[in-house]
Every structure is written in C-alpha cells, then in structure tokens.
C-alpha cells in the first residue's frame, strides 16, 4: 500500500475546503463512477463529514481558521492501476499559507510534512479581483485625477497581488530547509463555472496569472505541472442554489484539464499519486 | 561551515506583527525577500553567475521608477523578449511598486524614495530569454539613495565609497527628464551629469573598461516642453559634448530615453526599458568573478568532505 501525502494550498477563499467536502462526497456517495475509489471507512472523519454536510446543502464554506486545520485521511485505491492509496490531505487554512509570506517563516510541522509529500496541489479561484491595477491602467480606463494623494496608505504583505505571494511561497520550497527536488504539482482554478470561452486551464494561467505561468514554466525543474480547471460545487452557492440542489451532487461537479472534462474530481489527485 | 552552503536567511522581524502574537521557536524563517545587501549578492555570486547593473542618478531621478518599471513589466507577461524566472527580492520589488497602484490611494503614480541609511542596495531577478528556454540568467539592479551621488559629486573622497560602478559590468546614469524639461533646472541637470561622469572618471569609480549608458527619464515630459525643439538641440549638444570628452576614457558610452511610468498614460508601462533590459543582459554585463573568501582549514572528514562537494547545483 502506498501513502500519498498531499499537501493543500491556497491563499484563503481559494476553495481548497470546497474541493475536500466535494471529494468526500464523490468517494463516499458513489454517485458516478471516479477514478479513485474509497476502500473502507476508518478513522475520524468528523472534519470531512461536517464540511460535506454544508457542501451538499449547497452553502457557501467558511474560511478555515488555523485552530481548525486538521489532516483528514482517505483510504482508497486507484481504479485504473489497482493501486491501494492513503490520502492524507491537511486541511490548511488560508491564513496560514497567507502568513508564511508576510512572516518569512513557516512552522517545522510544515517543512516535515512537505519531506513526505508525493506532490503537492495549489488552489486558485478564477472568481476573483483582478490584480491591483496601476494608476496608469486605471487612468486609461477613466482619465486622469486630480484628487490629492490624501487616501495613501503604507505598504502591507495583504496588497501584493496574489500571483507574486503564490511565487514566492512557491520559491521557498526550492531550497532549504525543503528538500530539492522535482515535485508533482496540480493547479486547480477553482469556480471554473464562471471562466467564459473555451479557454484551457493553461491559457487562463497565463492570460490571469502571467508571472505565476512564467515562473511555473521555467522551473520545471522544481515542479511537474499539471493545470486543471475545478468547479467544486458547479456554480454560485448564493444566486444558482436552486439549480444545484436539483441537480445529482456528483454530476454537478467538473474537472478540465488536458483532454479532460469530467465530473470525477479525484483525478488530479490520482495524478499526483500515481508513479 | 562555508557561507555559500547557507541560504540568505535572517530573524524573523522583531517588530513583524507575527512575533509579537506567536510563539517564534516553532517558525522555521525562510528567505526574507527583501532588496539584497552587497554581501548578499556576494555570497549569491559565489554559487552563480549574475549581470550587475549599477543604476546611479540624483534624487528623484527615476532610479526605483526605473527597477519598478521593470517588474511591472513581468506581472503583465513576457517582456523584452525575456520570460521571468524567479526573484528573491519579490517583497522589496513590490514595496516599491506599492505607491504606482491604485491600492496605495495615490492619484498620481509615485515611487518610494530610497532612503540614505539603506546603502547599497540590489534587486534581482532571474530571467529566461524566450528564444533559448534553457539558458536562466541572473540580473542584478543596485539602488542607493539620490543623495549619496549628489555628495560624491560635491566631495570626490566619497567617490571610492561607492563600490557599485566598479564591480558592475554597466552603470546607468539618470538624468531627470523632468528637471530637463524645466527651462529654469535644465543646464544644472545636465551639468550635475557631466560632473558626476568626470568625478567618477578621475577618481577610479569608472575606468577604460567602464559601459556607461546615459538615460534620460521622464521622456513624456520632453515631449510636452513649451520648447520641445530648443530642448531637443540643447539635449543633443550635451551628449555630443559628453562623447567627445569622456568616451575616449571608457569602454563604451552611449544614450537612451524612457518612460517609465508616464502619468498621462502617453507612453506604456516600461516605454524604452525594454532596449535597456536587453542591454543590461548581455554577457558583457558580468562582473568579475567572486572571489571565495579564504575558509578555516577543516577539523574534521565530514567538514572536508562537504568543502569537495558542489554546494549549489541547481539554477
């Protein structure tokens, strides 16, 4: 049997709860056929079913607090190789991702953790704020201002734009105290439900996020990218409630990615598990 | 043990929001991410090779627009036929774009000062070029505040406590458009240039071997002068002048203009970096090669046995 650690990433909102609550359910409710099957139910699972309880009502998940992190673990097996699977997934919340960029530290549980990852995947959500816009882009857009500079505000950690705090916790894995080494590495585009046009997961990284996709493409040989678009809960729990709850849960879920486009959300995680 | 096997770490910031609310001894602290000191990027070029570009100007000439200018670039997507590769100085480079964002609540973009007490600075960045995907070279960009070469252009004895022209392989020299494009700052800002150029010249900050590019900034305001056509002959007479004195003293000299954060919104983002970057870029831009300090002889086999081993491999 083997154990696949696989670390969970993302800053907070970034829909990594949403994505464990709705694996949960595809292993456990055997709705529609997965790639990953669930072998047997063992172990505290207080964690998951209380997040799954919430996804299938179709609500909109909480943020993850750091007292609530836990490491939630499924037993399952591959259905293609027959390969017998512990998935260990810490629940990490956002915030502590968060912190780790503005207090250039991490805690030693987490470079542990990361000695015994198989690979590891990142989550963010196509559903967000743009980027801070220059005053220049802003001024092409509604002409120039005159206000004085009274609004200023110093520099925080909080406004640099995602994609370069993503790079730099992504560059703090490239050297010690974590081990240098080629490692698998998802990411999933949350909300994929609201990215218009036939764009691949790829385009939209490199169209949203083009200094994550540059970075991501020169260090290959740091990670082993696979780029999956995931819409965990299949539309916006507040205003499309109703159409999701008519809907089998399973068969509102989907996961595009090269090639593929399918409700069976458990296969990046056969991907980064697998040999 | 060696420094080069260590990675550029520091304390967690005493004053960090962090320490004061949890308990430090379980936090492992990772790279700080800030602008490099020189000794930083000494150790770093102790394992790499890297292009050192010093950027020298006077206050509020450009120098931080210019290193910004740069980074915004890559936030956007490729530039100057480069793809970006990483940076250990994310967090000082976004300090420093901070004030050009709509989130700082300025209405006119602005750039953080550099300030005297910081020194010698350095941001970097590793770039990819887009045509040779498996060549990643390092850059260097220095950034000191304004007010140490306005002082060793008054006092030459400060000239040698500026390291950065000689260890660079091409320096750049501001010259503030806005100052140029003001009838009544032009002849001083010019002049401030010229003599910062002889002062470095005669007293070893630039030599035979010395690529200098003299850049004016700001080029939107050129274009808007009253007397956008006396200011362009007057502009062209300072740099004949500047060639026929001193190119025969250096390596190579030669001019440019940018725009790199032009208000109006005239020119784009980073107008003319692009030539710039590309320049900065080219091989002839290296340094001299690090020297390793003398190391303590080893006690013991293991202590030996890493001093054989290669302590950075990877790029």
């Known amino acids: 049997m083997t154990e696949s650690y696989i670390p969970i990433l993302g800053l907070p909102m970034s829909g990594k709860t949403t994505f464990l609550a709705a694996l949960w359910h595809l292993l456990t409710a055997g709705e529609i056929e997965s790639r990953l099957v669930l072998d047997k139910l063992v172990g505290n699972h207080e964690h998951l079913n209380r997040i799954v309880a919430a996804w299938r009502r179709c609500e909109e998940m909480s943020r993850t607090s750091i007292a609530e992190e836990t490491t939630v673990r499924i037993h399952a097996h591959d259905r293609e190789t027959d390969k017998k699977i512990v998935l260990d997934f810490p629940d990490l919340s956002g915030e502590s991702f968060e912190l780790q960029f503005s207090s250039r530290s991490c805690t030693k549980d987490y470079v542990a953790d990361f000695a015994k990852a198989a690979g590891l995947i990142l989550f963010v959500n196509a559903d967000r704020s743009t980027d801070p816009l220059s005053i220049i882009e802003l001024q092409e857009l509604v002409g120039p201002a005159d206000a004085p500079n009274e609004l200023a505000r110093d520099w925080s950690a909080n406004l640099v734009p995602e994609q370069a705090r993503v790079v730099d916790l992504l560059q703090f894995l490239q050297e010690p105290p974590f081990e240098r080494r080629r490692r698998k590495f998802v990411i999933a585009i949350s909300a994929w439900d609201v990215v218009q046009g036939n764009r691949t997961p790829e385009q939209w990284l490199e169209h949203e996020m083009p200094l994550l996709h540059q970075f991501l493409k020169n260090n290959q040989h740091s990670f082993e990218l696979m780029a999956f678009g995931i819409s965990a809960q299949g539309g916006n729990a507040k205003s499309e409630r109703e159409r999701l709850l008519a809907q089998v849960p399973s068969e509102r879920l989907r996961c595009v990615g090269r090639g593929i486009d399918s409700s069976d959300i458990s296969l990046p995680i056969a991907w980064l598990s697998g040999d | ?315």
């Not at chain 2, 260097?140 to 040698?160: C, I």
């Not at chain 2, 250096?250 to 208000?263: K, M, Q, S, T, Y």
């Not at chain 2, 080893?298 to 081993?309: A, K, Y």
């Open chain 2, 1 to 315: 043990m060696s420094e080069a096997k260590e990675p550029f770490y520091t304390d967690v910031d005493d004053e960090n929001d962090f320490a004061h609310e949890h308990e430090v001894s379980d936090r492992v602290p990772l790279r700080h991410g800030e602008a490099m000191t020189a000794a930083e990027v000494e150790r770093f070029l102790l394992a790499k090779p890297a292009n050192l570009v010093s950027i020298i100007g006077e206050t509020l000439s450009g120098k931080t627009t210019l290193m910004a200018a740069v980074y915004d670039r890559f936030l956007k997507g490729p530039f100057a036929d480069f793809t970006f590769a990483g940076s250990h100085t994310i967090v000082g480079l976004e300090r420093r774009s901070h004030h050009s964002r709509v989130e700082s609540g300025y209405s006119t973009p602005e750039t953080e000062r550099t300030s005297l007490s910081d020194g010698l600075l350095y941001y970097h960045f590793a770039l990819v070029p887009t045509d040779n995907p498996k060549r990643r070279l390092n850059l260097f960009l220095s950034d000191r505040a304004g007010e140490s070469y306005q002082m060793a252009r008054s006092n030459t004895d400060l000239v040698k406590a500026l390291p950065e022209m000689r260890r660079s392989g091409r320096s750049v020299i501001l010259l503030d458009g806005s100052k140029v494009a003001n009838k009544i700052e032009r002849s001083g800002a010019m002049q401030n240039v010229r003599q910062l150029m002889q002062a470095f010249l005669d007293n070893y900050g630039f030599d035979s071997g010395s690529r200098i590019q003299v850049v004016t900034t700001k080029k939107d305001l050129l274009d808007k002068a009253d007397d956008a056509a006396i200011l362009a002959g007057r502009l062209s007479d300072f740099r004949n002048k500047l060639e026929s004195d001193f190119a025969s003293r250096l390596g190579e000299l030669c001019f440019a203009e940018i725009a790199a954060r032009d208000p109006s919104g005239g020119y784009p983002v980073g107008a003319g970096v692009d030539e710039l970057l590309r320049t900065w870029m080219q091989s002839d831009a290296m340094p001299a090669p690090a020297v390793r300090p003398p190391l303590p002889l080893p006690s013991s086999e293991m202590d030996r046995l890493l001093f054989r081993s290669r302590l950075e491999e990877w790029p």
